[in-house]
């Protein structure tokens, strides 16, 4: 009989990614495993699961509504419901593990799978791990991890230090750093800088980036720069063309950009800290300050700390990111100590480690 695994979580692409990746790693190891999905009604899982080719079941569970505290009244009612559709996937589906990656879903889901008995897996991705996952801990079997002394927030006998999944661009052999400089058009001679804040874009950065692009471009610096979806057009008609600059509001190869990039500025979530780690490129971070309990921050410091990486908080970034560009990029033996200190920090084949601690603790 097939092996089958019950996976749950989402809200943010930094969930909704690892929890495909971890499926099709229990896939891969367990030919003909069947999955099915748990997420949250009007969450992006809702659409990029069944695009990546799954089943999922969505639940009303959400949130406080800390802003319009009156919509909060019919909230027990919303998680006693999730609660039963939950425990009624677990007896339909009947699991082998039950898989939580963060999210409201996956406490729904946590919790019928501790009263169903089903083994409970969670992956955390974070350096500060997020509430659900706090929560869910004293019920899981194992909790995998991406960051060294987790042992502050979890049990330390059911820790495994993981890494978080990355696509499989990331993992296969690279290119050279003067040959993906080609490939995107640039000259493999000189300085990359790289900003991404994300797919819609972060408009600190862009903005700051904006402000130093004279004094880079007088440097020989040379800027590939994905705006976002939200400004790249207002941002095309104030930018004046020149050679060694480009942007773009979305780079789909971003294992090309990350292996062409001298340095990468970009904001510190989970996943893309991870691809950075596994192409060994240095960053600046500049941490979103509204983000969950400044879980970003808590990201950027782990990996700070560990030699990889400078973080840069948002309200210095005007005035420190150009002099601190510099700095970096005047100085190659720096930039080499980061690049070996991410050798050290990267976790390649995450996902097919994680799968085979779940199967280590399914039925």
Not at 100 to 115: D, N
Not at 170 to 188: H, N, R, Y
Not at 194 to 211: K, R
Not at 347 to 361: E, M, R, S, V, Y
Request: one cysteine or more.
């Amino acid at each position: 009989m097939p092996k089958r695994y019950l996976i749950s979580g989402g809200g943010t692409g930094g969930h909704i990614f690892p929890a495909i990746a971890i499926g099709q790693a229990l896939q891969e190891l367990s030919p003909g495993a069947e999955l099915h999905f748990i997420g949250a009604l009007g969450r992006m899982e809702m659409e990029k699961i069944p695009q990546a080719g799954y089943t999922i079941t969505g639940l009303p569970i959400r949130g406080i509504n800390r802003s319009k505290p009156w919509k909060n009244l019919s909230l027990p009612f919303t998680l006693w419901k999730s609660y039963r559709m939950a425990l009624a996937s677990l007896k339909t589906f009947r699991p082998d593990a039950a898989i939580g990656v963060g999210g409201y879903a996956s406490a729904a889901m946590g919790l019928a799978a501790s009263k169903a008995g089903v083994p409970l897996i969670l992956q955390e991705q974070n350096a500060f791990p997020g509430k659900t996952n706090r929560w869910l801990a004293r019920r899981a079997k194992a909790i995998c991890v991406a960051h060294p002394g987790m042992e502050r927030y979890f049990e330390a006998s059911k820790l495994h230090l993981t890494g978080n999944p990355v696509r499989k661009a990331f993992e296969t052999g690279g290119i050279s750093k003067q040959e993906a400089k080609a490939q995107l058009g640039l000259d493999s001679s000189k300085p990359l800088v790289f900003l991404t804040g994300g797919s819609l874009g972060a408009e600190a950065l862009n903005h700051a980036l904006y402000s130093c692009l004279p004094s880079l471009q007088a440097m020989g610096v040379q800027v590939l720069w994905q705006t976002g979806s939200r400004s790249f057009a207002d941002w095309s008609q104030r930018v004046t063309p020149a050679p060694g600059l480009q942007w773009a509001d979305f780079i789909p190869d971003m294992a090309l950009a990350f292996r062409a990039a001298d340095l990468v500025i970009s904001r510190a979530g989970a996943i893309a800290l991870a691809e950075m780690a596994m192409t060994q490129t240095p960053s600046l971070l500049v941490p979103l300050p509204s983000a969950a309990e400044d879980h970003q921050s808590f990201n950027a410091k782990s990996i700070e700390e560990r030699g990889g990486a400078l973080m840069l908080p948002q309200n210095q970034l005007e005035e420190r990111l150009l002099p601190t560009l510099k700095e970096l990029l005047e100085d190659p033996e720096k930039l080499d100590n980061m690049r070996k200190a991410l050798g050290s920090i990267k976790q390649p084949n995450a996902a097919q480690t994680i799968a085979k601690i779940i199967q280590a603790h399914q039925l």
